[in-house]
Nanobody
Framework: QVQLVESGGGSVQAGGSLRLSCAAS????????MSWYRQAPGGQREFVSG???????RYADSVKGRFTISQDNAKNTVYLQMNSLKPEDAAVYYC????????????WGQGTQVTVSS
Protein backbone atom coordinates (compact mmCIF):
# COMPACT_ATOMS: atom_id res chain seq x y z
CA GLN A 1 0.00 0.00 0.00
CA VAL A 2 1.31 3.42 -0.97
CA GLN A 3 1.10 6.23 1.58
CA LEU A 4 1.37 9.88 0.66
CA VAL A 5 2.74 12.00 3.47
CA GLU A 6 2.02 15.71 3.29
CA SER A 7 3.67 18.54 5.19
CA GLY A 8 4.07 22.30 5.09
CA GLY A 9 0.62 23.54 5.93
CA GLY A 10 0.06 26.22 8.53
CA SER A 11 -1.27 29.67 9.23
CA VAL A 12 -0.14 32.80 7.43
CA GLN A 13 -1.36 36.30 6.88
CA ALA A 14 -2.67 37.37 3.53
CA GLY A 15 0.20 38.01 1.16
CA GLY A 16 2.35 35.38 2.81
CA SER A 17 3.79 32.16 1.43
CA LEU A 18 3.78 28.48 2.22
CA ARG A 19 5.38 25.47 0.60
CA LEU A 20 3.59 22.15 0.70
CA SER A 21 5.33 18.83 0.21
CA CYS A 22 3.95 15.40 -0.51
CA ALA A 23 6.14 12.32 -0.54
CA ALA A 24 5.12 8.84 -1.62
CA SER A 25 6.39 6.04 0.61
CA UNK A 26 7.09 3.55 -2.11
CA UNK A 27 9.73 2.43 -4.53
CA UNK A 28 7.17 2.31 -7.32
CA UNK A 29 7.04 5.18 -9.75
CA UNK A 30 4.51 7.87 -8.86
CA UNK A 31 6.03 10.68 -10.88
CA UNK A 32 3.96 10.50 -14.06
CA UNK A 33 0.96 12.27 -12.61
CA MET A 34 1.04 14.32 -9.42
CA SER A 35 -1.49 16.91 -8.39
CA TRP A 36 -2.88 19.06 -5.61
CA TYR A 37 -6.50 19.60 -4.67
CA ARG A 38 -8.12 21.60 -1.91
CA GLN A 39 -11.36 21.59 -0.01
CA ALA A 40 -12.70 24.52 1.95
CA PRO A 41 -15.29 24.05 4.71
CA GLY A 42 -18.67 23.32 3.17
CA GLY A 43 -17.15 23.17 -0.30
CA GLN A 44 -16.26 20.48 -2.78
CA ARG A 45 -12.75 19.25 -3.39
CA GLU A 46 -11.31 21.23 -6.29
CA PHE A 47 -8.27 20.94 -8.51
CA VAL A 48 -5.46 23.37 -7.75
CA SER A 49 -2.45 22.26 -9.74
CA GLY A 50 -0.97 19.22 -11.39
CA UNK A 51 2.01 18.01 -13.33
CA UNK A 52 2.21 15.01 -15.59
CA UNK A 53 4.57 13.60 -18.13
CA UNK A 54 2.31 14.43 -21.09
CA UNK A 55 1.10 18.00 -20.60
CA UNK A 56 3.48 19.28 -17.97
CA UNK A 57 2.27 21.71 -15.30
CA ARG A 58 -1.27 23.04 -15.16
CA TYR A 59 -3.06 25.33 -12.74
CA ALA A 60 -6.52 26.39 -11.75
CA ASP A 61 -7.24 29.92 -12.94
CA SER A 62 -7.58 31.09 -9.35
CA VAL A 63 -3.95 30.29 -8.53
CA LYS A 64 -2.15 31.01 -11.80
CA GLY A 65 0.78 33.32 -11.30
CA ARG A 66 0.84 32.73 -7.54
CA PHE A 67 1.35 28.98 -7.11
CA THR A 68 4.11 26.84 -8.59
CA ILE A 69 4.16 23.07 -8.71
CA SER A 70 7.39 21.12 -8.90
CA GLN A 71 8.54 17.58 -8.40
CA ASP A 72 11.58 15.61 -7.34
CA ASN A 73 11.36 12.37 -9.24
CA ALA A 74 14.19 10.74 -7.33
CA LYS A 75 12.22 11.24 -4.12
CA ASN A 76 8.74 10.57 -5.51
CA THR A 77 7.83 13.98 -4.10
CA VAL A 78 5.70 16.85 -5.32
CA TYR A 79 5.78 20.39 -4.00
CA LEU A 80 3.42 23.33 -4.14
CA GLN A 81 4.92 26.76 -3.60
CA MET A 82 2.13 29.14 -2.69
CA ASN A 83 2.83 32.86 -2.80
CA SER A 84 0.63 35.92 -2.35
CA LEU A 85 -1.84 33.86 -0.39
CA LYS A 86 -5.38 35.12 -0.07
CA PRO A 87 -8.04 34.30 2.54
CA GLU A 88 -9.93 32.40 -0.15
CA ASP A 89 -6.97 30.03 -0.48
CA ALA A 90 -7.66 28.69 3.01
CA ALA A 91 -8.58 25.02 2.82
CA VAL A 92 -7.35 21.53 3.46
CA TYR A 93 -4.91 20.70 0.69
CA TYR A 94 -4.61 17.15 -0.59
CA CYS A 95 -2.04 15.64 -2.91
CA UNK A 96 -2.89 12.92 -5.35
CA UNK A 97 -0.57 10.62 -7.23
CA UNK A 98 -1.07 8.00 -9.87
CA UNK A 99 1.46 5.28 -9.27
CA UNK A 100 2.52 2.22 -11.16
CA UNK A 101 2.37 -0.45 -8.45
CA UNK A 102 2.92 -1.94 -11.05
CA UNK A 103 -0.68 -1.57 -12.25
CA UNK A 104 -1.92 2.02 -12.33
CA UNK A 105 -3.54 3.12 -9.10
CA UNK A 106 -4.55 6.43 -7.55
CA UNK A 107 -3.57 7.48 -4.06
CA TRP A 108 -4.46 10.46 -1.89
CA GLY A 109 -2.65 12.16 0.96
CA GLN A 110 -4.29 12.74 4.33
CA GLY A 111 -4.55 16.49 3.81
CA THR A 112 -2.80 19.47 5.34
CA GLN A 113 -4.54 22.58 6.63
CA VAL A 114 -3.76 26.00 5.19
CA THR A 115 -5.18 29.00 7.02
CA VAL A 116 -4.88 32.53 5.67
CA SER A 117 -5.89 35.47 7.81
CA SER A 118 -6.78 38.85 6.40
Amino acid sequence: QVQLVESGGGSVQAGGSLRLSCAASTNFDCTNDMSWYRQAPGGQREFVSGVNSVVGARYADSVKGRFTISQDNAKNTVYLQMNSLKPEDAAVYYCKMICAVPYTAQFWGQGTQVTVSS
